[in-house]
């Protein structure tokens, strides 16, 4: 079957792929109005929790406008007259819709201090972001718009939650009440891990749009170098872990940049 018979097909929209696309939409939506509703809330109780050496400067969090604008992008593109029987849509629509709520969830919980449920929730959104992204890579056929709007979205918002997971983590152990020994060796060992955590995924997302890969390399550097920023001057072991963090996404990304590296498939290109 050829990439246009494919594309063509794809196109072809069913009642099930048409409640899809709303259902996408409708989680973006969502996430957006909910992170609005209870921002001071929860800026108030954040600023009255204690904090480790793996936080980043207060400017790094303006990647989630990013976000939010792009995954309401990619939610009108979904309900598009053409599109709902798209592959792409077809493949993501509903994990993408649920890492949407779990991403308007998590703040609420963080706002009225359930905490345990926020961390639940942040590994929740992590998962289904995993799924998305890994689902990314199999689409056989893409548009350029798609690769971008996919990639941009789906790439940012897995890579921030790839990081904000190892600060999520550690402010739960902190918490926890653990002793600030133990906090700052999790911090640590959270912050490495999420390293080779991406590391990983940028090798798997070779295949798949390079948008898609890029995108999230970009969103673990800029949370590592937002690291540096805030801890230079107040924790060195914070720094310390962010640049060993930063070797095997920073390797992954040479290794796919290098001529010859592998690239989505000549049939997937439309």
Same mark, same amino acid.
């Given at each position: 079957?050829? &990439?246009?018979?494919?594309?063509?097909?794809?196109?072809?929209?069913?009642?099930?792929?048409?409640?899809?696309?709303? /259902?996408?939409?409708?989680?973006?939506?969502?996430?957006?109005?909910?992170?609005?509703?209870?921002?001071?809330?929860?800026?108030?109780?954040?600023?009255?929790?204690?904090?480790?050496?793996?936080?980043?400067?207060?400017?790094?969090?303006?990647?989630?406008? /990013?976000?939010?604008?792009?995954?309401?992008?990619?939610?009108?593109?979904?309900?598009?007259?053409?599109?709902?029987?798209?592959?792409? /849509?077809?493949?993501?629509?509903?994990?993408?819709?649920?890492?949407?709520?779990?991403?308007?969830?998590?703040?609420?919980?963080?706002?009225? &201090?359930?905490?345990?449920?926020?961390?639940?929730?942040?590994?929740?959104?992590?998962?289904?972001?995993? /799924?998305?992204?890994?689902?990314?890579?199999?689409?056989?056929?893409?548009?350029?718009?798609?690769?971008?709007?996919?990639?941009?979205?789906?790439?940012?918002?897995?890579?921030?939650?790839?990081?904000?997971?190892?600060?999520?983590?550690?402010?739960?152990?902190?918490?926890?009440?653990?002793?600030?020994?133990?906090?700052?060796?999790?911090?640590?060992?959270?912050?490495?891990?999420?390293?080779?955590?991406?590391?990983?995924?940028?090798?798997?997302?070779?295949?798949?749009?390079?948008?898609?890969?890029?995108?999230?390399?970009?969103?673990?550097?800029?949370?590592?170098?937002?690291?540096?920023?805030?801890?230079?001057?107040?924790?060195?072991?914070?720094?310390?872990?962010? &640049?060993?963090?930063?070797?095997?996404?920073?390797?992954?990304?040479?290794?796919?940049?290098?001529?010859?590296?592998?690239?989505?498939?000549?049939?997937?290109?439309?």
């Amino acid at each position: 079957m050829t &990439a246009s018979t494919l594309s063509g097909a794809a196109a072809a929209s069913t009642a099930q792929d048409r409640i899809r696309a709303v /259902v996408t939409l409708l989680g973006a939506i969502f996430m957006v109005w909910a992170n609005v509703a209870v921002v001071q809330r929860q800026l108030d109780v954040s600023t009255s929790v204690a904090v480790g050496n793996i936080v980043p400067a207060p400017w790094a969090f303006a990647i989630w406008g /990013v976000i939010f604008l792009l995954s309401v992008g990619f939610g009108v593109y979904a309900v598009l007259p053409s599109n709902p029987g798209r592959e792409l /849509v077809h493949a993501i629509g509903y994990p993408a819709a649920a890492a949407f709520v779990t991403a308007g969830l998590w703040p609420v919980a963080t706002a009225y &201090a359930q905490f345990d449920l926020a961390q639940i929730l942040i590994v929740a959104m992590w998962l289904l972001l995993a /799924v998305v992204y890994r689902r990314i890579i199999t689409v056989h056929v893409m548009t350029n718009a798609e690769r971008w709007l996919s990639g941009l979205t789906f790439g940012l918002f897995f890579g921030w939650v790839t990081a904000a997971n190892a600060v999520s983590i550690q402010a739960r152990i902190i918490g926890w009440g653990a002793s600030e020994r133990t906090v700052a060796i999790s911090g640590i060992v959270a912050l490495i891990v999420a390293g080779l955590i991406a590391g990983w995924f940028i090798r798997q997302g070779q295949p798949g749009p390079r948008q898609l890969w890029i995108a999230y390399a970009f969103a673990v550097a800029w949370a590592l170098v937002a690291i540096v920023v805030r801890q230079i001057g107040a924790a060195p072991s914070g720094v310390a872990a962010a &640049a060993v963090a930063a070797i095997p996404a920073a390797a992954a990304v040479v290794s796919g940049l290098r001529p010859g590296a592998a690239t989505q498939p000549a049939e997937g290109r439309v």
